[in-house]
C-alpha cells in the first residue's frame, strides 16, 4: 500500500501528527504496537479538558475520531525495519507485511529504564512517579521521596517541597555538598542509609530495618531509544538531562530528509500536551513538505 505519511506510534504525538493530515485529505496510516509510555497509570493529569481522565481514554477517543477520516488507516504492529527507497521509506511491519509512505512521522516514544530498586517497578504509575506535574498534586501535600539515580534528581528534588514534605534518598548516588546544601535551604530531608526495598503502598525499607513511611516516590528513569531502525536511518541523535532523543528543528524535522519526529523520542520534558502540540507541529510540517518540496 502507498501512503503520503506512515507514522509510527499511534499514542498521543502520533495520533496529534495524523490530525492535520487527516484533515488536508492525505493518505496517512499509524502503525502501533500499543505499549504507551503512561500505561502503568490508570488516571493522566494536566491535559486540558482531559485533566483526571483515563489515560487509555484519551487515546480511545483521539483514535475514533481520526479513523472516521476516510483518508487515514490503522494498522496494529510492530515496525521492524525501515528503508529508503527512491519513491520515500518501505516500512516493515512484523516482518510480516511492508508498506510504502512518501514521508515517515516517528511518534514512538522512549523506553524508562527504572532505577533497579526491589519493589520499585511494580509501583511505577501507582505510587512511584516520574513526574510532579503529573502526579504531585494528588499526593494532597504528604511526604514524599525522590530517589537520586541521575543527576536530574537533584532538580526534582528543590521543586518537590512544593508538593510536599520532601525527603531525598541518595540511596549511594553522590550529590555535591553545594547541591546538598541549596536543598536544606528548600527543607529537603537527606536520608544517607541505604534502600533495601519499596514496601506496602510506598513505605521505603532500608538496610538497616528502619521504615521511612511516604505517601508517593518519584523517581526519575533514563530515557532511550528503543528502534534501532531510527539509529540505521542516520537520524541524529542528542543527549539530554534525560537520556537521550532525535534531533529536530523548529518543524520538527530531524536531520534526515523526509523523516520527522515528534513526542517523547524527539524532545527534553515529556507530557500528553507536549506530545500533542509536537505532534501537531510534526503532522502539519509533514504535510506542507509534500507541497513545498
Ligand atoms: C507512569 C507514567 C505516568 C505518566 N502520567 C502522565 C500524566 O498524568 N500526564 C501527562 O501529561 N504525562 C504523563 N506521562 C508522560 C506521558 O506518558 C508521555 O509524555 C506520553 O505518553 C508521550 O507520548 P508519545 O506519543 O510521544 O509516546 P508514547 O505514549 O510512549 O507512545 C509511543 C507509541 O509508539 C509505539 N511504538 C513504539 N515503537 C514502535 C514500533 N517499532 N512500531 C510500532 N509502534 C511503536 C508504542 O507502542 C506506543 O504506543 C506519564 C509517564 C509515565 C511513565
Known sequence: MQYDVAIIGGSYAGLAAAMPLARARRKVVLI?????????????????????????????????QLLAYQTVDWENGKVKRVEKVDDGFAVCIDATRF?????????????DQLPEILGLAGRWGKSIFHCPYCHGYE?????????????????????LPD???????????????????????????????????????SDV?????SVIQLDGIFATTKCTIAQDWIFKLGCEIE??????????????????????????????????????GDGTMAGAAAHQSLIFA
Not at 494536566?46 to 477517543?61: M, P
Not at 499526593?139 to 521543586?159: F, P, T, V
Request: net charge negative.
Open 99 to 111: 508498506i510504502i509512505a512518501k514521508r515517515l512521522i516517528i511518534a514512538a516514544g522512549i523506553t
Open 139 to 159: 499526593l494532597n501535600q504528604g511526604k514524599i521521596g525522590i530517589i537520586a539515580s541521575s543527576e536530574h534528581a537533584a532538580h526534582m528534588a528543590m521543586m
Open 205 to 209: 525499607l532500608l538496610t538497616d530495618g
Open 239 to 276: 543527549q539530554n538531562a534525560m537520556g537521550e532523543a532525535v534531533k529536530t528543528n523548529a518543524m520538527k524535522e530531524t536531520t534526515v530528509a523526509g523523516i520527522f519526529a515528534c513526542g517523547d523520542v524527539a524532545r527534553l520534558g515529556s507530557s500528553v500536551p507536549l506530545a500533542v
Open 32 to 64: 502501533d504496537a500499543g505499549q504507551r509510555r503512561n500505561r502503568f497509570a490508570e488516571h493522566s493529569h494536566g491535559f486540558l479538558t482531559q485533566d483526571g481522565s483515563k489515560a487509555s481514554e484519551i487515546v480511545e477517543i483521539a483514535k475514533q
Open 163 to 201: 508538593w510536599g514534605d520532601t525527603t531525598l534518598l541518595l540511596n549511594e548516588y553522590p550529590i555535591d555538598q553545594e547541591v546538598l546544601d541549596q536543598l536544606a535551604t528548600r527543607g529537603v530531608n537527606i536520608e544517607k542509609r541505604l534502600i533495601q526495598e519499596i514496601v506496602g503502598h
